[in-house]
């Protein structure tokens, strides 16, 4: 089946020319003038990508990110104006997978959404390897059921999104040792993935946050001054 992929831009010229670019590449698209009506479709399409504007009509695209978040593990690939790192650095910490800087080539977004989806498609076969080698791993207060994918900490499941987990599993597997930030984006986003260090420290705070009692003095997650992180062998 091909993989469908919903464009929340209001501007027409570019949502036009983005669903032409898509579609010649094989993707069926849905699209999305405005936040809400962005919301409104990807519930009702279940898209395999969004492609989101940050700059949107009625709800903005940082806004239109934290609620697919709060329902939906469907990659995010943000659009932001030229010279905007802080629109970059929220678009990432609010649960995007990438983002493209405008003005940009379509080369270059059909390469990122090849590669987003990409990703996907590995953690998806992963997963499903993993199904049919389960295992259980016990680490402090974490218990992970790695075919599953399910985390339960002091005896609760725990919600993870697909990269929180996939960190959380490096982590786990190499508990005692000192990652470091470089490391673990390869290992976990990808060594072409674009963004920077600083999405291995947001999602680090977000585990810290379902995981330790006290977040802001962590007891599994430690950060190792100028190294990286460890997570406790206990």
């Given at each position: 089946m091909k993989a469908k992929v919903l464009v929340v831009e209001d501007e027409e010229v570019l949502l036009s020319t983005l669903k032409f670019n898509l579609e010649k590449e094989g993707y069926a698209v849905a699209t999305a003038r405005d936040g809400w009506e962005a919301l409104e479709v990807a519930?009702?399409?279940k898209p395999d990508l969004v492609i989101l504007d940050i700059m949107l009509p009625e709800l903005?695209?940082?806004?239109?990110c934290r609620h697919l978040r709060r329902e939906s593990v469907v990659p995010?690939?943000?659009?932001?104006?030229?010279?905007?790192e802080i629109d970059r650095v929220v678009g990432l910490e609010v649960g995007a997978d990438d983002y493209v800087t405008k003005p940009f080539s379509?080369?270059?977004?059909?390469?990122?959404?090849?590669?987003?989806?990409?990703?996907?498609?590995?953690?998806r076969e992963a997963a499903a390897a993993s199904?049919?080698?389960?295992q259980v791993v016990e680490a402090g207060p974490v218990s992970i059921d790695a075919g599953a994918?399910?985390?339960?900490?002091?005896g609760e499941n725990v919600e993870l999104r697909p990269k929180e987990f996939d960190l959380l599993w490096l982590l786990v597997q190499n508990r005692g040792m000192v990652l470091s930030r470089?490391?673990?984006l390869e290992k976990v986003w990808g060594?072409?993935?674009?963004?920077d260090t600083r999405t291995v420290d947001v999602h680090i705070r977000w585990l810290r946050e379902k995981i330790e009692e006290n977040p802001g003095q962590p007891r599994w997650i430690t950060t190792v001054r100028g190294l990286g992180y460890r997570f406790e062998p206990g």
């Open positions: 519930g009702a399409e903005d695209g940082i806004e239109v995010v690939i943000m659009l932001t104006a030229r010279g905007e379509m080369r270059e977004l059909m390469a990122r959404v090849r590669a987003v989806l990409r990703r996907v498609a590995l953690d199904t049919r080698d389960t994918r399910r985390v339960r900490v002091r470089d490391l673990i060594y072409d993935f674009p963004g």
